[in-house]
């Protein structure tokens, strides 16, 4: 049994997805980010960072995980799916995690809070981040060009880069141009396990 907590952004999608496509057995604990549930003591005995999602492992000692890029290595590794063995399919795996960890997520999360959640309209930060997010985006698209998966098959950089890139609206990036982009995002949505994973609670 896995504890999961999370709360409804592409980061705890992510885990919620993967949790669905490894068939693990799981319960849910939804935290209201609104409400500063991630701060609170017992919260932060899991996440001492206040950042969801984290996971307790009762299997294995409740080993606690938290960062989703850890997270879904770490489900990759228990179940010996989406993350292959192999030293430079792996790499080429994590590589493509690491871009979404680093690049994706940071960026369309900056691009959404200064669009849609800072105190005050800033244009310089809304174009930098906007013009950051189309940039990978395009990024993206390239590498699409010659595989239809980010590592050449099916693994968890597709799972962590999936929520964020069909959040693009949010953040009011157009994929316009990028018809290898809006295919994979159509082929990675269409996974029954995907979509269970968006309607978790929370997820």
């Keep these: 049994m896995i504890d999961f907590y999370t709360a409804g952004t592409p980061n705890g999608q992510k885990v919620a997805i993967a949790l669905e496509e490894l068939d693990l057995t799981y319960r849910v604990h939804a935290l209201s980010l609104s409400k500063g ?29 938290f960062e989703s890029g850890a997270i879904l290595i770490y489900l990759a590794e228990k179940t010996g799916r989406l993350l292959p063995k192999d030293p430079k399919a792996r790499t080429t795996v994590i590589q ?21 959640s ?21 990024v993206l698209e390239g590498r699409l060009n010659a595989a239809d998966y980010l590592a050449g098959e099916y693994s968890i950089a597709d799972i962590a880069t999936y929520p964020w890139v069909a959040a693009h609206g949010y953040s009011e990036i157009s994929l316009e141009g990028l018809p290898k982009v809006e295919a994979w995002l159509e082929r990675v949505g269409s996974r029954p396990a995907v979509q269970a994973g968006l309607k978790i609670p929370g997820g």
């Design 118 to 138: 800072a105190p005050e309209s800033i244009p310089y930060a809304i174009e930098r981040y906007q013009k950051e997010s189309r940039r990978l985006l395009e």
């Design 96 to 116: 493509w995690l690491m871009f979404q960890m680093a690049g994706i997520g940071p960026m369309m999360g900056q691009a959404g809070h200064f669009l849609k």
């Design 37 to 65: 549930n991630q701060n609170k003591p017992e919260y932060l005995a899991i996440n001492p960072n206040g950042k969801i999602p984290a996971i307790i492992d009762r299997d294995e000692e409740d080993f606690i995980v």
